[in-house]
């Protein structure tokens, strides 16, 4: 079998890496204990099978081979013991369980990612250096391990997409570190967390499980940029975000939330906000006016489908970067519709491109004036908007 | 003042370790006869006189050179027989000097620098 060879002369090899850029692959075994002073070991989509490692390797990172189980990592993650990185990514053969990771004790970087892995997760309780872990998209089932003893953690994936994950998010006072949180896609019933007790926050994404309780006060995590809480059933109003600088995504959609529209004077980061089908619990959803917009220079879409509003409190509309506009089934009376459709076609003297959307139909809307041939329509329609109103 | 407690204190003699004591005593004690140093045969060599030099030199020629330590390591990767189509990125991090021995298609490189990545096509 052929291999490859190497020599070193007075000197000691410490990091191999090894990245196939060919569609074919040459494949086989990699035996990195022949080299005992070896510490880093990275192998990019060369399908191999199974990598034995010496007991200095401090980084194993294997993306796109043919791993079959990480037991085909010899003699054992477990043995590994000067490991801080543990990496298997994008491995559609990679199938089976994850192995005890006490022995890990300081692993700082645990990058799982798309493999097909299944059973429970493992615990962390003796990883205290741990600042990532990434098990996302793979068929994990369970519960989510506790995180109490992980004060480093800056980064968790958890999202599966395949509902896999079930129980509660688990407590997360002990990881003030942390920026960027994932559990989307799963089973998870209950609250959600504590943002107090997570001030450094980034990105957090909850969307598509079982989520109860109110929304938690989002405001303490001043520098959030994405808040994605869609797809429960969240009660209560929404919180105040005026704060949230940085803030680009906010989908708090498909909930059962009530209340007035929040303050959204100083948003100047927003791109994307869903209030949108807040009918959930029996919820009435968003109620009173949509607010001026003035305060959001970059916003995109706007959803508010499906709520109780009755007016827009603008005079202006003030973006050209809207393309996407939806307000159906609400309590817009015939005069605010015209308003919209007129300051919207203001806005926009010029053409624009595919895509662009204003939806102000369904039931409880009023029709805008002349109906189809209301001027501000017709305008638009001629500009490349797809515009939906009652007639 | 000072008092250390009785505990605290213990002979270096209880430190040792019985067994440890025995393999003491029953080791080769060498006798202060026997004992020759390197220098004292160095200077037996050199014709020494009541432990005194005479005033001879000693010329070395050449330049000191300290010696090569070399490890190959053989089947680093072994890998499955090229089909011709295969291109492969390598990157090596060391210290020292290191060569590819053999790429296991028979081919070398030599005076492969640290971090410098090496694209092998087999064919």
Redesign the interface.
Known sequence: ????????????????????????????????S??NDLE?IIVTT?G?TSLTGGPNLVKIELNGNNIPNLSSIYPGVSSFTNLDNLTVTNDNALTGTVPSLEENVILKTLGLRNNNLTGRLPTFSDNPSLSFADFRDNSFSGEIPALSTNPEMVQIYFNNGNAGLSGFIPELSACSKLENFNVSGNGLSGRLHDFRKTPNLKTYHAFNNHLTGPVPTVSACPTVITLEFDQNYLSGGIPYINNLTDLKICNFNNNGLSGHFPEVTNLASLQFLRFNKNDRNGSPGIIGAIPDLSGCPILKILDVANCSLTGWNGTSWPSIQFNNIQAQTNLLPTSEVNRILAAINATYPNPVGSGYLINLAGTGNGAPTNGNSNSDRVALISKGWSVNTNT | MYNPSYKKVKKISNQIKPRAQDQIRNSFTPKRANIRSLSDLERERLGSIDGNLTNRRIKIKGAARAPEVINTFVGFWNFDTPDGNEVVNYTFEFTGNLLIEDFGDGTKETYVTGGQTITKSYS
């Open positions: 079998m052929p291999g490859l060879s190497v020599r070193t002369i007075n000197g000691q090899l410490k990091k191999v890496v090894i990245d196939t850029t060919s569609t074919n692959k040459l494949g086989g075994t990699i035996n990195a022949i080299i880093e060369s191999i």
